[in-house]
Each structure stands twice: as C-alpha cells, then as structure tokens.
C-alpha cells in the first residue's frame, strides 16, 4: 500500500470570545515562505497562540482577494507572549507577521485575561 501523502499541519481555533471566529473552525496553517524567522518563532507556537482560549483576536482589516485580515495577541503553552497578523479566506491561515507582543500589547492581553479567566 502507498503511504499517504503529507498533509498541511491541521488545528482547530477554539469556540471564539470575540466576534471574529463564531464557532470552532478546522483551518490549515500555511507555513510556505513566510515574512518571519522560523527559527525565532517554531510552527508549534504559532499554532498555541492560535489556540489559545484566552487570545485577543480582532475583527478583521480590509478584505483583500476574499481573505480577512486579522490581529491576534495569544500566549504559548510556554508562557511566550506572540502578536499575530494573519490572513484567511476561512479554510487556510497565512501568518503575514510574527513577534512578541510589546509592553502594551502584554499589559492589554493580561487585563482581557484576568477579564475571561
């Protein structure tokens, strides 16, 4: 029997506490050439951040070609503090920006925490 071929890494976005994602959606995460230094952030992270049940996820920017853009601040399984922008037409995530949050960015996602938590 021939082995399957490899499939793009698979997540699923946890029930939303903002009005971006409204139920849990399974998306692919595309990893193909990014704007970032994989070796400073891992795939993994991003996907923790992602999923986050606390993450701070905002309605999206303008469409562009029938994808959204979105801005999420999440925190990793670590306790690593990431800001996201991403874009996504619903079935798969394209990371455009990747970087620990700033000291206002951390101080927001720790008020909204203690809020949800």
């Known amino acids: 029997m021939p082995a399957a071929p ?3 890494a698979r997540f ?4 939303a506490r903002s009005l ?8 692919d ?14 795939p993994g992270e991003l996907e923790e951040a992602l999923e986050d049940p606390f993450a701070v996820k905002f309605l999206p920017d303008v469409e562009d070609r029938g994808e959204a853009r979105y801005y ?4 990793t399984v670590s306790d690593r503090h990431l ?3 991403f874009r996504t ?7 455009i920006a ?9 101080r927001f996602y720790e008020r909204r925490y203690q809020e949800l938590k």
């Open 89 to 95: 037409d619903g079935k798969v995530i394209r990371i």
């Open 72 to 75: 999420a601040l999440g925190r």
């Open 98 to 106: 990747a970087r620990e949050m700033g000291e206002g960015e951390r």
């Open 83 to 85: 800001f996201l922008c």
């Open 12 to 15: 699923a976005l946890p029930p």
């Open 6 to 8: 490899p499939q793009p």
């Open 20 to 27: 971006v994602f409204d139920r849990q959606q399974h998306m």
């Open 29 to 42: 995460l595309d990893l193909i050439d990014p704007s970032f230094d994989l070796k400073k952030i891992k």
